[in-house]
C-alpha cells in the first residue's frame, strides 16, 4: 500500500511534552501523591535522562495546570489542591448522620468489591507484599484498643486493595474520602463493640478477602468483599435496633 504524499513530516513530540505526559501519569496512577515532594531538579533530570530546561519547562507546564506548585526556598510539591473537587462541606454532615453511615457502607460495598475484584486480577507481587503488610498492620493497632487507630489501619489496607486495582479513579476516589471512611469505620467499631465477640468473625472474613486476593481470583474476592461489608451491616442493623428500643422504652418509663 503506497501512503498519499505527505506534504507535512511528522512532528516529533517535544522532549517537555513527553516528561509532562510521564509526570502526570504518575500522579494519575499514585505513584506520585497529593502534597509530596518532588526529588530536587537536578536528580529529576537525571532519573529522566533530560536536560534541566526539558524538565524545567515540563514543571511549568504542569504548574500551570494546578497539578504541582513551587514554594520558594522550599522546592516543587504535587499540589494538595488536586482532589478538591472531591471535598464537599457536604461530607461534614453525612459523617454526623445515623442514616448516612449506613449509606456509606452500602456505598463501600461497591467500591471495595471492585477493588478487590480488580486487585486480584491485576496485581503485582509488590501490591501483594504491601496488602499483607497492611492487614498485619491492623492487628498491631488492635492491642492499643484504641479505635481511631484500627480505623485508620483498616482503611489503610483497603486503600493497598485500591492501589493493586491500578484504577486511577478508584485510587483517588477513595484518598479524598479517608477522613469519612475513616470515621465510618470508627464509629462502626465502637457500636460493635457491644459485641466483642464479632471481632473474631470480622478478622476471620477480612482474612478470606486477604487470600482470595492473594491466589488471583477475582470473583472469590468480590464475593468475600460482599460478605465481609454484610456481615458488618447486619450486626449494626441489629444493634442499632436495640439501641432504639431500649431508647423508647426508657422515655416510656420516663413518663410514668
Avoid at 61 to 89: H, M, W, Y
Avoid at 197 to 220: C, H, V
Wanted: proline residues 3%; neutral net charge; glycine residues 6%.
Amino acid at each position: 500500500m503506497v501512503l498519499p504524499n505527505i506534504k507535512q513530516p511528522l512532528k516529533q513530540a517535544k522532549l517537555s511534552d513527553v516528561i509532562q505526559s510521564q509526570l502526570e501519569t504518575m500522579i494519575l496512577e499514585g505513584s506520585l501523591k497529593a502534597g509530596q515532594k518532588l526529588p530536587p531538579e537536578r536528580e529529576l533530570a537525571k532519573q529522566f535522562d533530560v536536560s534541566r530546561p526539558s524538565l524545567r519547562e515540563a514543571i511549568q507546564k504542569l504548574e500551570a495546570k494546578g497539578l504541582i506548585n513551587r514554594r520558594q526556598g522550599g522546592g516543587t510539591f504535587v499540589s494538595e489542591q488536586i482532589l478538591k473537587g472531591f471535598s464537599d462541606p457536604l461530607f461534614d454532615l453525612m459523617a454526623s448522620s445515623n442514616e448516612a453511615q449506613f449509606d456509606l457502607l452500602e456505598f463501600r460495598h461497591g467500591i471495595e468489591g471492585m477493588s478487590a475484584y480488580y486487585a486480584a486480577m491485576r496485581g503485582t507481587a509488590a501490591d501483594y507484599e504491601l496488602i499483607k503488610a497492611k492487614h498485619e498492620a491492623i492487628g498491631n493497632a488492635q492491642i492499643e484498643q484504641d479505635y481511631h487507630e484500627e480505623a485508620a489501619a483498616v482503611y489503610e489496607f483497603y486503600l493497598a486493595i485500591c492501589a493493586a486495582s491500578h484504577n486511577g479513579v478508584i485510587l483517588h476516589l477513595a484518598r479524598s474520602m479517608s477522613l469519612l471512611v475513616i470515621d465510618n469505620i470508627e464509629k462502626n467499631l465502637t457500636i460493635l463493640a457491644q459485641r466483642p465477640d464479632i471481632f473474631a468473625k470480622i478478622a476471620e472474613y477480612r482474612t478470606r478477602l486477604l487470600d482470595a486476593i492473594l491466589s488471583g481470583q477475582p470473583q472469590k474476592a468480590w464475593g468475600a468483599s460482599h460478605r465481609h461489608l454484610a456481615f458488618i451491616e447486619e450486626v449494626l442493623l441489629n444493634l442499632t435496633e436495640e439501641q432504639s428500643r431500649m431508647e423508647r422504652s426508657i422515655r416510656r418509663m420516663q413518663r410514668i
